[in-house]
């Protein structure tokens, strides 16, 4: 069964840091894309980053440049997103999904519709 677990959610300041984690399991992740979404109350789901796993380009939301930096960890099958200098609006439900598709992308796919495979959220609250 494909999985995939985020953690590392929590409330920080504005201009603080947090790192969250996507761990995957049940599939070969090497193989595909892998995204970062975000839904803040009220709001759409969005796109915030995503990276072709076996390439390792990434792909960013304008919001996000320059602030927010996607990894992975292939011996973990973990993928992570770095954000700094946070703000109020960067409140939301962070959500990783995997690709539909496999492949390896020199600009990973910004859609939801391109993922098939979704974690159930992590909750990342920036205080003023």
């Known amino acids: 069964q494909v999985q995939l677990v985020e953690s590392g959610g929590g409330l920080v300041q504005a201009g603080g840091s947090l790192k969250i984690s996507c761990a995957a399991s049940g599939r070969i992740f090497s193989s595909y894309a892998m995204g970062w979404f975000r839904q803040a109350p009220g709001k759409e789901r969005e796109f915030v980053a995503a990276?072709?796993?076996?390439?390792?380009?990434?792909a960013y939301a304008d919001s996000a440049k320059g602030r927010f930096t996607l990894s992975r960890d292939n011996a973990k099958n973990t993928a992570y997103l770095q954000m700094s200098t946070l703000k109020p609006e960067d409140t939301a439900v962070y959500y990783c999904?995997?690709?539909?598709?496999?492949?390896?992308?020199?600009?990973?796919?910004?859609?939801?519709?391109?993922?098939?495979?979704w974690g159930q959220g992590t909750q990342v609250t920036v205080s003023s």
């Open positions: 990276i072709s796993w076996s390439r390792g380009s990434t």
């Open positions: 999904a995997s690709s539909r598709q496999s492949g390896s992308w020199l600009l990973p796919p910004r859609t939801e519709e391109a993922y098939n495979v």
